[in-house]
Structures are given as C-alpha cells and as structure tokens.
C-alpha cells in the first residue's frame, strides 16, 4: 500500500480525497498497489469531518513519518507551499502539486532537490486544470522541436469574454456575473490582468526549452481595457477576442507573453467559449495539437494531481523529462522584437495620416473612431508609426 498526505484541504485537497475514496478499486488496478490518504494538513477545524482522525495541524505530522511516500500540496501561494515542498523533497518524500504560482517561481530548485534525493516533484494540475498538456509535452510529442505553445489559459477571463460577445455585456457586468458564479475572485486582479495565464505559459515554455522562463521577463497584458467597441470590430473582421499565453522558439532563443489578442473564426481557438480551455502545441514533426478542457473546478484539476501520484507509484525515481534548470535571460527575445499583424483604433481625424505611415491598409469605420490592420511588423515598428500617427485608442495583436 502506497501512502499519501494532503497539504490543503480546499477545493483540489477535498477534491483528491474524493477521487482516491470513490475510485478505490480502479487506481489500484492502475497503479499497480493500492494508494492511501494516511494525513491531511489544514490549519481549520475538521473535527466534525467523517475521518476526523486523517487531519492534522502540524506540518511535522508529515514530514517525520516513515510510511508517507507521496504529498500532494493544493494549498497555494509561496511562502508555507515553498517551505514545506523544500522538506518534503529534503525529506526524500516525492510531491505533487497544483500550485502554478511556485513552479513557476521555484520549480528549477525544486527540480534540483528532488534529482539529489531521487525523487520526483510533478505538476500536471498546475497548468489547464484537468486537460492533460504536461505529460504530453514532456513524452508524447518529446519526438519533437516545439515551435510554439499558445492558448487560453485562464476560465475567469475566457468566461468574461463570452459574455462581452455573447450577450453584449460590458466588462464590468461580465466580471461582476463571474463573481457572482464563483468563477472570478472577490479580487480578480490575477486572473484579469493577465498574471494566473503568465504563470502558465512561463511554466509551459520552461518544460519546452529546458530553461526557466521567469514571468518577470514577459510582456503581459490583461483585459480590463477591453470594450464594447473592441467587440465590434473584432466581429466586422471576422475574428473573436481571446486573452491568449503565447510562447515561440526561434534560433535558440524564446518569447512569450500574455495579451488580448485577435483571433480568426477558423481557428480552433476561436471556439474555445464559457469557462473552458484550449491549448495549442506546434511542433516540426506533429505539426498543430489541440487540447481542451475545463481548466479549473474540483474534480477536473483533482483528477490530474491523482494523475500525477499514479505515475510516482509506478516509477518514484527521479525523472528528467519533467524538468528545467535556471533562467538564462540571454536566450529570450525581447517584445518589441516580436513580429505579428496588428488591429490599431484611431480617431477619425488621424485616418488621413495611416496610408503615410502604415503603408496601404484598409480603413475599417466604427462606430465613433476608425479602425485598421496592419502589415506584418515588429512591436518596435508598431509602436514607432503609432507615435507618428498621434496615438491610438487601441491597438491589438493578431492571432497568427
């Protein structure tokens, strides 16, 4: 019998529980022994709980028995999450977590603990919740030089978005529904401005380069800023508004950022509606992949730790394929170096001066402003034709 804690008996914790209790028979049968939940770590009181005697308010509790192997930590954050993961790996036990927030920040020293102690620190629930994109990065298509890595990553923001388009709300009524459901936060900050999705595509394009991308390198932008008007627009040229995580690889080097961008109603992406996600890998041998899911809630994301504390039990050793080592901030590429075609809204007394600066574009007219589409350029071009031009009221990058 393998036996596990949990760190953090929330929404995943409870949700990992549940699994490992109604899927008894079947993970045995997959794991090869049966899995076990002998604690469970949470500062709250649970007396009243139907196994009361699982719970415990001491960290040591964990970290000193003999007989735990494995530790799921869904609690989040950094600071205990960072503390207790050091131990625990120190201590020679594997880990698994759902915490995007400290792999990003620290899964390249955790990675180094768990190879000196041969064991394994895994992080498949960390990115797209329930959809599978970890493991299939780090096997499935390893055959392959992965280009590009792109998607929705964030519910919150994906939901706010469908009800911009779908019902015509603003986004101030669109966020105050997701707040009301559940899927936003009282304070959305992290999930709106764009920093929960550069999380994760920092993560994803760690596992893809082998290097830490750290999050402070990439340019990220939220969706506060868009407007009724945005979905107009966006709608007249055949496209929908997505915030996306997009991260590429060119000569050695990567980008990646998190913006509202553009996207054409053929694209897989363009269908990725409500509080689902989608994620595409491009790589030189498979070509495009898509995955989609819901990338949040209880059992979906639950079922993916579970996921993760299956393959430690059938292989503990400490596994390369999931891992990277330090930032090296020569190999990225800078934003403004970042090529694309570009939506820009302007005033209707500045649309004389676009076919000057920008070359031949079409003028597309709004409904108090104008708007147009670039030729392909850098962000540094965009933004110098932009000042000549005398501002705009908006601009946004195309999709591909």
Sequence with gaps: MKKIAIIGFGVVGSGVYEIIRRNKDILTKKAGEEIDVKKILDIRDF???EEAH????DFNDLVNDGEIDIVVETMGGIKFAYDYTKALLEKGKSVVTSNKELVAAHGDEFFRIAKENNVRYLYEASVGGG???IRPLACDASANDIVEVSGILNGTTNYILTKMFKENDSFESALKTAQELGYAEKDPTADVDGIDASRKIAILMSLVTGKKFDCSLMHTEGIRNITAEDVTYAAAIGCTIKLIGCGYTKD???NASVEPMLIPENCPLAGVWDVFNGVMVTGNMVDSLMFYGRGAGKLPTASAVVGDVIDIVRNSSYNPYYSWGECD???VIPYDEVTARFFVRIKEEQKEKVKEIF????????ISDYGFVTAKMSVKELNCG???IGGAVSRMRLYR
């Design 54 to 57: 699982l719970f415990t308010k």
């Design 359 to 366: 070359g031949d574009t079409e003028i597309i007219k709004g």
């Design 131 to 133: 959809i599978p994109i």
């Design 329 to 331: 901030e020569s190999a």
């Design 252 to 254: 050695g080097k990567v």
């Design 47 to 49: 007396s009243a709980h």
């Design 386 to 388: 932009i000042e000549k």
